[in-house]
C-alpha cells in the first residue's frame, strides 16, 4: 500500500509518472523485477501511461526508441536493476549516437539494503557500478534518493532529454517509491543569447549569397526537434536544392521543397551526389557526421566550405557559434528572408522509386521487394517502416517515402521487430517490417507477444540463411552461414499467420493477402538466393571498401 501523502504530495513514483507524461511521455515499455515491483505497481494502477511488457530488455530499449522517434517525445523503458538494465546498454547506446529521446527508468536497491554489507544479487561491481554505466551513453543522469530533491533532480535530467534529444537515465531505490514527494515542474527552455543567433543567421545568409552554388542537406535532428516544414519553407525561399542523410530518409518527401533525393555519395544516385559535392556553400542541418552519412564519400565534400548546424552548434568555416539550437537558427534565418520564393537553380525532377512487380516464376531478389511494397503502397497508401540493419534497409532507401525508424548510424542488429512493436503501441497506424534471418533469430520472437497486446504488423523477413551484408565484406567466411530456419512456420504457433514465397508471382500475392488480414500478424519469408544483394547495397560495399582503402 502506499504511504499516505502530505499535502500537495504524492507518492513518488506517481509523481514520475505524472512528470514523463508533462513531458510528452506517451507509453512504458518495460519488464519487471523485484527492484523494479514497486513502480511498477505504479504503472499499473495509477493508468497514466499505458504499459506494453515485452520478453527481452534490448526489445524493451528498442521500441521505446522507435516510439520516441515516431512522436517526438520521450519514450520510456522501465526495467529492473543489473540483470535488467545491463540489458539496455546496447539500445540505450544506440539511442544516444542517433538522437532518440529515450527515458530510462531502473529499479534499484533500497537504501536500507545498501547499509547491510552484504552482495545485492544483480550486483555487479559496486552497487553504483550501474549508474556510472549509463552515464557513458547518457546526456543527464540522477538517482531518487531524497524525495526533497527528486522534483529538481527530475526536472532537470527530463529537460535535458527534450532539448538535446538523447538517452537519460533515472534510478528509483525501490524503498523509496511510495515516499510523498512534490510535483515537478516543467522547466523553461534554456535561455538562448539572441545576439549570437542574430550574428549566426546574418553570416549564414551572407555565405550563402556569395556561393555560386549553393546546396542544403539535411539530417536526423530535423525529424527529433520536429523542423521539418521550418526546413521546407527555408528551403523554398532560399531556392536551395536539397538532399537528406541516409538517417533522414524520408524528410520533406510529402514537403513543397525542391528535394532531390538521399546522398549516399558514389553509392547513391549522381543526380543527387552532383549538387551536393560541387557546392561552394553547403548549408547542412541537424546533419551527424557519421560514416554511414558520409564515409563512402572519398572526402568529396569539402567540410571547410560547409555551414554545419547540429548539437546546438554553428561551425561556419573556422568561426563557431556555441548554443545556437537548430530550431532557433531555423527562426533567425526565416525572419530574414522575404515570403516570396526566388528562382533557384533547376532542381532535377525526384527519381520515382522502382514499382510494376513482373508477377512471374522467377526467383526473387531485393530489389523486387521494393517493387512489390511500392506496388502495395499505390494501391493501398504508404505504412509507416521500421527496418533492421543489413540489406533490408538499404532496400528500403528505394521504396516509396514513408517515415521510417531505423539504426541508420549505431547499425545494431535486432531493432526491427521491436522497433515496429514500438510503432504499434503509438498512433502510427500498422508498421512495415523489414528484417533479416539474421536479425530476426535476436529479436524476431518478439512477435509472440502481438496477440496479448492487440497488435497486428506486416513482417517481411529477408531469408538467405546467411549473415549476406557481412558477407558482402568478406564473402570467404564460412561464419557468416546460418540455420535455416522457416520462420514463416513458427508465425503460426507465435499467434500470427506465415507466408513463405520464393517466386515474384508467390510475393505479390502473399503480400496481398498479408495485407488483407488485419486480425493477426502477418510474416512474409522471402527466400533469397544467397550473394542476392540490392544494387544500392552493392554499390555502397564498394564505395566503402575504396574510402577504407
Not at 493508468?47 to 512522436?71: C, K, M, N, Q, Y
Not at 520564393?341 to 512487380?357: I, S
Not at 493477426?520 to 522471402?526: H, K, N, S, T
Amino acid at each position: 500500500m502506499s504511504m499516505p501523502s502530505a499535502a500537495g504530495t504524492a507518492p513518488l513514483g506517481r509523481v514520475l509518472l505524472d512528470a514523463l507524461r508533462a513531458h510528452g511521455a506517451r507509453e512504458i515499455f518495460g519488464i519487471p523485477g523485484d527492484f523494479a515491483l514497486p513502480f511498477f505497481r505504479h504503472v499499473e494502477q495509477a493508468g497514466i501511461l499505458p504499459l506494453f511488457t515485452l520478453s527481452h530488455e534490448p526489445a524493451v530499449g528498442f521500441a521505446a526508441d522507435a516510439a520516441a522517434r515516431w512522436h517526438g517525445g520521450p519514450g520510456v523503458a522501465a526495467v529492473t536493476y543489473g540483470a535488467g538494465a545491463l540489458n539496455m546498454v546496447n539500445p540505450v547506446a544506440g539511442a544516444y549516437a542517433e538522437k532518440s529521446p529515450l527515458v530510462v527508468i531502473s529499479g534499484a536497491p533500497g537504501l536500507a539494503e545498501r547499509d547491510r554489507g552484504l552482495l545485492l544479487h544483480h550486483q555487479a561491481r559496486t552497487v553504483d557500478s550501474q549508474f556510472r554505466i549509463f552515464s557513458e551513453i547518457t546526456c543527464d543522469q540522477c538517482v531518487l534518493d531524497d524525495p526533497a530533491e527528486a522534483p529538481a533532480r527530475l526536472a532537470r535530467v527530463l529537460r535535458r532529454c527534450r532539448e538535446e534529444s538523447r538517452p537519460v537515465y533515472i534510478e528509483l531505490p525501490r524503498d523509496q517509491v511510495d515516499r510523498p514527494c512534490a510535483p515537478v515542474p516543467v522547466l523553461p527552455a534554456s535561455p538562448i543569447d539572441t545576439e549570437v543567433v542574430d550574428a549566426c543567421a546574418d553570416a549564414v545568409l551572407a555565405r550563402l549569397a556569395e556561393a555560386r552554388a549553393p546546396a542544403m542537406i539535411i539530417g536526423v535532428e530535423v525529424r527529433r526537434f520536429g523542423l521539418e516544414d521550418k526546413v521546407a519553407t527555408l528551403a523554398r525561399r532560399l531556392g536551395l536544392p536539397v538532399a537528406s542523410t541516409f538517417m533522414g530518409r524520408g524528410l520533406l518527401a510529402e514537403a513543397e521543397a525542391p528535394l532531390l533525393g538521399i546522398y549516399l555519395g558514389p553509392a547513391g544516385h549522381p543526380e543527387v551526389s552532383q549538387p551536393i559535392e560541387e557546392a561552394d556553400a553547403l548549408l547542412m542541418l541537424g546533419v551527424l557526421l557519421s560514416d554511414t552519412n558520409f564515409g563512402v564519400s572519398a572526402r568529396r565534400i569539402d567540410l571547410r566550405r560547409a555551414i554545419r548546424a547540429v548539437d546546438r552548434t554553428v561551425n561556419l568555416g573556422f568561426a563557431v557559434y556555441p548554443e545556437v539550437p537548430l530550431g532557433a537558427l531555423l527562426d533567425a534565418l526565416l525572419a530574414r528572408l522575404p515570403e516570396a520564393t526566388p528562382a533557384g537553380r533547376p532542381v532535377p525532377p525526384r527519381a520515382e522509386p522502382p514499382h510494376g512487380l513482373i508477377a512471374d516464376e522467377a526467383p526473387v531478389a531485393p530489389a523486387d521487394i521494393a517493387r512489390a511494397v511500392n506496388d502495395l503502397f499505390a494501391a493501398h497508401g504508404p505504412m509507416p517502416i521500421a527496418a533492421d540493419m543489413g540489406d533490408c534497409l538499404f532496400t528500403a532507401m528505394d521504396i516509396a517515402p514513408s517515415h521510417l525508424v531505423a539504426p541508420g548510424y549505431y547499425a545494431t542488429m535486432g531493432f526491427g521487430v521491436p522497433a515496429g512493436l514500438g510503432l504499434c503501441a503509438t498512433d502510427a497506424g500498422r508498421p512495415l517490417i523489414l528484417v533479416g534471418d539474421g536479425a530476426f533469430q535476436m529479436t524476431g520472437w518478439e512477435l509472440g507477444n502481438c496477440q496479448r497486446l492487440g497488435f497486428a504488423p506486416l513482417v517481411i523477413v529477408f531469408n538467405n540463411a546467411s549473415w549476406e551484408m557481412l558477407r558482402t565484406f568478406q564473402p570467404e567466411g564460412g561464419y557468416n552461414d546460418l540455420s535455416a530456419f522457416r520462420f514463416a512456420d513458427i508465425a503460426e504457433t507465435l499467434g500470427g499467420r506465415g507466408h513463405r514465397v520464393s517466386t515474384r508471382a508467390e510475393l505479390k500475392s502473399a503480400l496481398q493477402a498479408a495485407h488483407a488480414d488485419h486480425g493477426r500478424f502477418q510474416l512474409v519469408e522471402v527466400m533469397l538466393p544467397k550473394g542476392a544483394v540490392s544494387d544500392m547495397l552493392g554499390r555502397f560495399v564498394a564505395a566503402a571498401r575504396g574510402a577504407n582503402s
